[in-house]
């Protein structure tokens, strides 16, 4: 039970590249989420998807997209890079359980951290 | 809207001391309440939880007790060791789904 993976751990990207990190967990949750850590400033949330073929916006989604075509993956693009998203990257997921309250536990991954130059 | 503010870091402490780390929170009715850590390298784990007014969460020596009156949720544990080293990350629940909304976070260096 491998939990949450990411891929890849490091990148370096030029001004105007574009990438795709991958997230994939083997827990069978419903919900996926990226966010982005900066120094001073916790989690923020840029994407998020509540099943297989749905995403939605977080905080922060501007320059970013993300699709889920299978349950287990959560794909995030940059389409263009910028400096400003050099950060680390984090996939979490939590499974959603009938009748909560949404306050369920998130299981993160390892994180991807890019630079782009 | 909903926010979430912890102390600034970073904490620096000799093994054996005491560790108070205050976060606290505006939200909506009376949500859940979280501590994360982040061990040097690694993604966040739940720390601890608690789940409504009074309750204290615990886990690994650490303690929280979730204080309705002043809307505060602060992290203690009585005698820290070196591998405590960490970030500390206090979070709220916020708009359904399971999302999150993080504290900036607060380091914590301890010394032997």
């Given amino acids: ?11 370096v990207l030029k ?27 916790g989690l923020r949330l840029i994407h998020y998807s509540v099943g297989e073929g749905t995403t939605a ?61 | 809207g909903d926010s979430v503010t912890q102390m600034e870091g970073p904490v620096t402490l000799s ?11 505006t939200a909506t009715g009376y949500p859940s309440l979280f501590w994360y850590v982040q061990y040097p390298g690694e993604g966040l784990q739940l720390l601890l939880k608690a789940t409504k007014a009074d309750d204290k969460g615990s886990n690994k020596g650490f303690e929280a007790t979730y204080r309705k009156e002043t809307t505060s949720f602060h992290l203690e544990k009585g005698s820290v060791q070196v591998s405590d080293s960490a970030v500390y990350f206090c979070a709220l629940p916020s708009g359904g789904y399971n999302k999150l909304i993080f504290g900036a976070g607060t380091r914590l260096a301890v010394h032997p």
């Fill in chain 1, 57 to 117: 916006k977080g905080e922060v989604p501007d320059g970013y997209n993300v699709s889920r075509l299978k349950k287990q993956n959560f794909l995030l693009g940059l389409e263009s890079a910028a400096p400003s998203q050099t950060s680390v990257y984090f996939c979490a997921s939590s499974y959603s359980l009938a009748g909560g309250w949404g306050e369920e536990t998130q299981y993160f991954g390892p994180g991807t951290r890019l630079l782009v130059l």
């Fill in chain 2, 15 to 25: 093994e054996e001391a005491f560790l108070t780390i205050n976060c606290t929170y």
């Fill in chain 1, 15 to 41: 001004t105007g590249q574009s990438m795709t990190l991958l997230c994939a967990q083997d827990m069978n949750h419903e919900y996926m989420y990226w966010y982005r850590q900066d120094p001073g400033m």
């Fill in chain 1, 1 to 11: 039970n491998a939990g949450v993976t990411q891929t890849p751990k490091f990148r």
